[in-house]
């Protein structure tokens, strides 16, 4: 792996009860380019350092045919070039779309969500964005990085180029994972102007519920965050809509929340919620599992 720094001549001051590093898969060309800028101008906004991390894999077959085998030796030296060939353009586009954010660089030649998994140790929050077209040797499914890594992601959709995170809405579920994300996003709700404690249920539940929002709106509060509650209701299956609607109403461009899924052999099997906000995410979404 290996390992380059760059600082800025000059450094403003601290900010309190901030990030002070993020993550971010960068790839080469301009696979990544919005994902880069984003996290770049969020890095320069918060006076934060952001590493980036180039990462690709290959893991060749067995075979037990001689020839073959001389033939495939020959196929994956020529693969293992072009992953290092494409991890030096991941560097340069990787600086390119973080011009003017005090940065670093990592690459290792490994499967990229486990890769940013275990680089997470470096950082307080990971910047991603829906998987692209990609296979896993090359692109990160941010299910993966949610699931494994243990810091909160921030989702990037389609199209945005600045998270201003002025009002906040929490889709609240009375779960660790809710809880989690919450205290993972104490940075933007602090700075918020606004903060809706948002629980969306079924009729027979909204009662409990507004009791359950109410205390997370009064504890947030408590830490001078301007924070309010919110219950709305509908199927299960319209809660991501109404989710939408109610930030969309808000003029939020960002919600947390938790991620709920398990393991399944290979793949994470995730609830309806999730998964829409993990593959579809309609604004800046922060989720911690």
């Keep these: 792996m290996s390992k380059t720094q760059e600082r800025p001549t000059a450094k403003t001051a601290d900010r309190a009860d901030s990030y002070r590093s993020l993550l971010v898969h960068a790839e080469p060309g301009t696979t990544s380019t919005r994902r880069v800028e984003v996290a770049a101008r969020l890095a320069r906004d918060l006076n934060a350092r952001l590493i980036g991390l180039g990462a690709e894999a290959f893991e060749p077959g067995l075979t037990v045919d001689p020839f073959f085998g001389y033939a495939a030796a020959q196929w994956v030296t020529l693969i293992q ?3 290092l060939s494409d991890l030096t353009k991941a560097e340069a586009a990787f600086r390119r779309d973080a011009a003017g954010a005090e940065i670093e660089w990592r690459s290792v030649e490994d499967n990229p969500a486990r890769a940013i998994a275990l680089a997470s140790r470096a950082c307080d929050l990971i910047v991603m964005s829906p998987k692209g077209p990609g296979g896993p040797s090359r692109t990160a499914d941010p299910a993966d990085v949610v699931m494994t890594s243990g810091r909160p992601v921030l989702m990037v959709p389609e199209g945005a180029a600045h998270l201003h995170a002025k009002s906040v809405v929490i889709a609240w579920k009375d779960t660790r994972e809710a809880r989690r994300a919450v205290a993972d996003s104490m940075p933007f709700l602090k700075a918020a102007g606004e903060v809706i404690v948002q629980g969306v249920c079924e009729d027979v539940d909204a009662e409990i519920v507004t009791r359950e929002t109410e205390d997370v709106a009064v504890a947030l509060q408590r830490h001078g965050i301007k924070a309010s509650a919110s219950v709305s209701t509908a199927a299960k299956d319209g809660v991501a809509v109404e989710l ?22 290979a793949e994470w099997a995730f609830g309806g919620v999730t998964h829409e906000l993990i593959h579809r995410p309609p604004c800046f979404v922060l989720m911690s599992h």
């Design 81 to 83: 070039d072009q992953i």
């Design 244 to 265: 939408q609607r109610v930030a969309a109403v808000a003029g939020a461009d960002l919600i947390v929340a938790g991620a709920y899924g398990h393991n399944r052999t």
